[in-house]
């Protein structure tokens, strides 16, 4: 059971332990172990390709984010992005919400009813409920 979606960043960081990750969402992964899975959307590993690109992230960020979401173990879970996801995108605003990535994962959570976590100030000024 998914119990929250992370955006591409707060994946980046809870999987690195980067103190930038946000201390309620870092408490919400670390307690989602006895509650159900993050969410992981497609669209964060194909964002991940051009950062690693563009030198913003290490080399190994992909990899070692997809190697998590494969481990039974992890929190982490894939999330498609599917039909569903892209029909849920026309009720998130392109206003509020203008970055393609960002409303494909705001769509992925308000799809399966959690909360996004996420630092950045436009969703978080959204209607998406968001932690961080």
Known sequence: MIVA?????????????DPRLGKAASAFIDGAIARGDIGISAISLAEMVYLVEKARIPANALNDLHAAIADPKSVLQHMPLDEAVAMKMTEVSRQDIPDLPDRVIAATAQLHGVPLLSRDGRIRSSTIATIW
């Open 5 to 17: 979606v992370a955006d591409t960043h707060a994946a980046i960081w809870h999987l690195f332990s």
